[in-house]
Structures are given as C-alpha cells and as structure tokens.
C-alpha cells in the first residue's frame, strides 16, 4: 500500500513536471525565467558564465600583471609582465574548461527531461556557480609548467571547437537552403530566396572590393593581395558548383557561404599586426574602435558558442524526425563540450595563439598565427561546403559501379 502510494506520489510529481515544461515551450523565452529552473533557461545561464569568465581572462591579461605582482608562483613568468598577463589568461582558461568539462562528464547521455542528469544541467545554481570559482581560483596556484602544458593542448582544444562550429554554420546554411527549396515554401520564398541570394552576392562582392581598398594601400602589399584575390576565386569555385547540373544546390548556399568566407578573410586580415604597413589608419587615435571592436568579438564568440552548442542535431548520423515530448531540447554532454573547447579557444584568440606573444590592451586575436588560423579556417570551410555538394555524387556513382 505504502508502495502503491509513493509511486503515484512520484507519478504525479513527473506529470506536475511535464506540465510545467509544456507550459514553458508555448510561453516567451522571458517566461523560462520566470518559472525555476529548466533546460531553456540553463542555456542562457551558462552563457553569462562562459561570458563572465571571459571578462575574468581580459581583466587578468590587461590588469593582471599590476594587481598580481605579489604572488611569487606567477613571477617565475619567463616572459615579464607580459607573459603574466598571459598566463593569467591560461589560468582561467583552465579553470572554465575543468568546469565545463566536468558538467560534461556529469550529463552526457541525457536523453528524457526530469531525471538526476536533467536536474542537475537545469538546477543547483549555488552549488555549480561555487564550483566554477573554486575551479578558475584552481590554477592560480599550480606551477607555471602545467600551466605552459594545458596552452599547448589549448591549441588542439581551440581547433576542435572551430571545426564544430564551421560544421554547425555550414550544416544550417545548407538546412535553409533545403527548407527554401522544399515543396511547402518553394512557391511562396521564392521571391525571398532570390533576394536573400541576390544580397548575399552584392554584399560578399562589396565586402572584396572594400578590402582591396583598405589593405592593399600599396602593391608591395602581396600577401593581402593574394589573400583577398582567393577569396573571389573560392567564391566563384563554390557557385560554379553549387550550380553544376549534377549538383543544383541553388544561389542561396554559395551566397551564405560567400559572406562567410568573405567575413573569415577580413578577420584574417584585421588579425595582423598593427605595426604592419598594409593596414591602413592603424593608428592609437582610433583607441576607440579598437575598444568597440574588441567588445563585438567578444560578444560574437558568446553568441557563436552559444549556439553551436545547442545544435548537436547537425552531428547526428541518424536523425529523429518525430521526438517525444519529454526528450531533451538539446543535447547537454554536447553543449558543454562546446564550452570546454570554446574556453580553450577563447585564451587562444587573448593571447594570440602564443602563450610568448605580447598582446596590447583592448586587443584580441592579433598577430601572424591567428592571421594563418582564420585564413586556413577559411580554405577549410571550403573544402568541407564542397565536399557536402560532391559527396552524395561519388557515393552514389560508387553504388552504381559496385554490382557491374
């Protein structure tokens, strides 16, 4: 009887759950605040302490080597204050990965809502913030030799999470495609898919010629010059593709690509040093649009780690047209294997790749290392796009040769 009773007690306790989420996924997103913790709202949480965490590194590499002058473990620094700063930024860079990588471990495999793993990724704030702490306080008191260890996997770490997210971007911009093109919004997107298209094409060609104007001041100036001239040739390479009889993916994907590219090669090129004669107005009077700059790219690897994160969807072989209600929204071991790798990578992108390299204040991503990371991010983002275009064409001209 006891039995009987604890289980409708934990019945209903699982129904009261279920409703409660059922309500959430037909409010607002400000309504996922209001009502305690759930997995939509966590997101958003773990991104203000991703977000945070990053502002801890900024504030340490810039601030550090003044405000932690006394702590004798940091002063065997090789490289002077400079290097303090950026050891700093390795620091707690491994405290956030350590964190991330543990909630990882902890919730890999949640697969249904209101289980341990569930409750635990969705609640215990106090508990996980305190933890956090704890771990970035962590490494500040470990030899500078681990230290040094942890930035050379960095590098491997950093690189996981771009190939994560040039995966994500390509996969959702070949899903628009798709979903453009399906029989249900043919007819009615196809004015917007053209003009989507249309602009993708006119502002990936502008973004060109603006860059030819901007960083190739002088005709010395060769490797800019052959930075941006094969961007244009990428992207004519992608739409004669893209557009083959045998492949007929459309403008659209080309295009979106294109902007990608085209944004990948800016970055490159911004990322060089700013003593370098080909960068024009490099001057400290624009302090300003170094600060402004420095605030969006920090906000963007928030926003770009955020939502790769959430798109596990697009690294599943096998994938479920149909979920149950009470299945997880996103994958949570997924998520925060993003944010492990992204913590990585965001002491990358502050110390310039280099645990050696002496970066100025309100900079990020600067010097020739990151300039190469982008630009061979750049070539890879290619091969990957055309490769998804080619691929069903080979596998399939393969499967027709095989009975013969």
Not at 98 to 111: A, D, E, K, R, V
Not at 264 to 270: E, K, N, P
Not at 332 to 347: D, E, N, P, R, S
Request: aromatic share 14%.
């Amino acid at each position: 009887m006891m039995i009987a009773k604890l289980e409708a007690g934990m019945q209903d306790a699982m129904d009261a759950s279920s409703n409660r989420y059922a309500k959430l996924l037909e409010g607002s997103w400000l309504s996922q605040f209001r009502h305690g913790s759930n997995p939509w709202m966590a997101r958003y949480v773990y991104s203000v302490m991703f977000l945070l965490a990053n502002l801890l590194a900024w504030a340490v590499r810039d601030y550090g080597p003044s405000a932690l002058t006394e702590m004798n473990r940091l002063k065997s620094c090789k490289g002077g204050e400079d290097c303090l700063g950026t050891e700093g930024v390795l620091r707690v860079s491994l405290g956030c990965f350590i964190f991330y990588f543990t909630m990882f471990l902890s919730t890999s495999g949640t697969s249904k809502l209101h289980g341990r793993k569930e409750l635990w990724h969705s609640g215990w704030w106090s508990a996980k913030i305190s933890l956090m702490i704890a771990l970035i306080v962590l490494p500040f008191f470990l030899p500078t030799e681990i230290i040094l260890i942890y930035g050379d996997i960095a590098h491997f770490g950093a690189g996981v999470f771009l190939l994560i997210q040039l995966i994500s971007i390509i996969s959702f911009i070949t899903w628009l495609n798709d979903c453009c093109l399906s029989e249900k919004y043919a007819e009615r997107c196809h004015i917007h898919f053209m003009l989507l298209a249309t602009t993708a094409y006119v502002v990936s060609i502008l973004g060109i010629i603006l860059m030819y104007i901007w960083y190739t001041p002088q005709p010395t100036c060769l490797l800019n010059i052959f930075f941006i001239t094969w961007t244009l040739v990428l992207l004519q390479l992608m739409t004669s593709v893209s557009l083959h009889p045998k492949v007929s993916a459309g403008f659209l994907t080309p295009g979106f690509m294109g902007l990608y590219v085209v944004f990948l090669c800016w970055s490159a090129i911004r990322s060089e040093p700013p003593d370098d004669k080909c960068l024009r107005n490099s001057e400290a009077s624009r302090d300003w649009l170094t600060m402004i700059s420095f605030v969006v790219a920090l906000l963007a690897m928030v926003i770009a780690t955020f939502s790769t994160g959430i798109d596990s969807k697009c690294f599943q072989f096998k994938k479920d047209e149909t979920q149950d209600e009470d299945h997880v929204p996103y994958g949570f071991g997924f998520f925060h294997l993003v944010f492990a790798t992204g913590a990585m990578y965001f002491a990358m992108l502050l110390i310039g790749w280099s645990p050696n390299h002496t970066m100025k204040k309100w900079t990020i991503d600067v010097g020739w290392t990151s300039t190469w990371v982008r630009i061979v991010n750049e070539w890879l983002a290619v091969s990957v796009y055309l490769w998804m275009l080619v691929a069903p064409i080979v596998w399939k001209t393969k499967h027709v040769e095989e009975p013969r």
